[in-house]
């Protein structure tokens, strides 16, 4: 068992260290930033020094909800996350984790932190919960993966091993009930690293008071094969890697393996 799956069986979270180039993390960066100036009427810079004021002069004029949901679907339309899954140390550390067939859930929504959110804005600022409530399965496994993190900007807080406590009584977001003793850590990860936890791991937002944003991608992973056990069949998720199996599958056609299927007729001897 290598070290993140070791993490992941006993405290319900793990990380996948140094697995993104910078290279990416800048294009990523990037384009985040120039929709923000296209938004905004701006000349497009491809120069992320202004991407938090960029952002905030955007809050002025869309929801912060609005603007996740725009950028998301930016790094989607423009390959960017199935960029992200071609990272070779990050991929074979999910395959060896779930296996070769891996698909991702589209509609994820980039989790922004502005120093400007409230304690009360439940939906930036989340509190104790696990995503099993949102329906993430107990197949899938939740990636955290920094764009833009720096020191002093927080991260999340996980509680150590709570994804053995099974599902959480919950109401209005938040647990009812917890054991009277747990232990609760701040995520320690930076950017180029990728952190990765169960359905029922319990964590929360850190408020970030730092000047500039904070920005993470929490997206889904599932191996397509696997039974689902949360809601993840009304999702939509997107293959992006395959094992011999499927490939195989994919070139017969379908699944009664055709004879001759893919060979011209004409090469076909009659005997
Ligand atoms: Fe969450």
Redesign the pocket.
């Known amino acids: 068992m290598n070290e993140v799956t070791h993490n992941l069986v006993s405290d319900g979270y793990g990380i996948i260290k140094n697995c993104i180039s910078n290279r990416l993390l800048n294009k990523i960066q990037k384009s985040i930033n120039n929709e923000i100036e296209d938004r905004l009427g701006k000349t497009i810079t491809n120069n992320t020094k202004n991407l938090s004021k960029n952002y905030y002069q955007l809050k002025k004029k869309l929801s912060q909800f609005e603007i996740q949901k725009i950028l998301s679907k930016r790094l989607v339309q423009q390959n960017l996350i199935d960029e992200l899954f071609k990272e070779k140390k990050l991929l074979e550390n999910l395959i060896y984790l779930i296996g070769p067939d891996i698909s991702y859930l589209l509609d994820f929504e980039m989790?922004i932190s502005d120093k400007g959110n409230k304690k009360e804005e439940y939906y930036y600022v989340?509190k104790n919960?696990?995503?099993f409530w949102?329906g993430m399965g107990l197949e899938s496994l939740?990636l955290?993966i920094p764009i833009n993190l720096k020191k002093g900007m927080g991260t999340?807080e996980i509680i150590k091993s709570s994804h053995e406590w099974g599902h959480i009584p919950h109401q209005n977001r938040e647990p009812i009930r917890l054991p009277k003793k747990y232990k609760s850590i701040e995520l320690k990860i930076t950017n180029g690293s990728v952190a990765l936890f169960t359905a029922l791991t319990l964590?929360?937002?850190i408020q970030n008071n730092h000047d500039e944003i904070r920005i993470a991608l929490?997206i889904t992973i599932k191996n397509f094969y696997y039974p689902n056990f949360g809601n993840s069949d009304l999702f939509d998720f997107k293959k992006i890697q395959y094992s011999f199996f499927t490939k195989l599958r994919k070139k017969l056609g379908n699944p009664h393996f055709s004879p001759f299927r893919t060979i011209k007729l004409d090469e076909i001897d009659e005997i």
Do not use: F, I
């Open positions: 989790a989340k919960h696990q995503e949102s939740q955290w999340l964590h929360k937002t929490p």
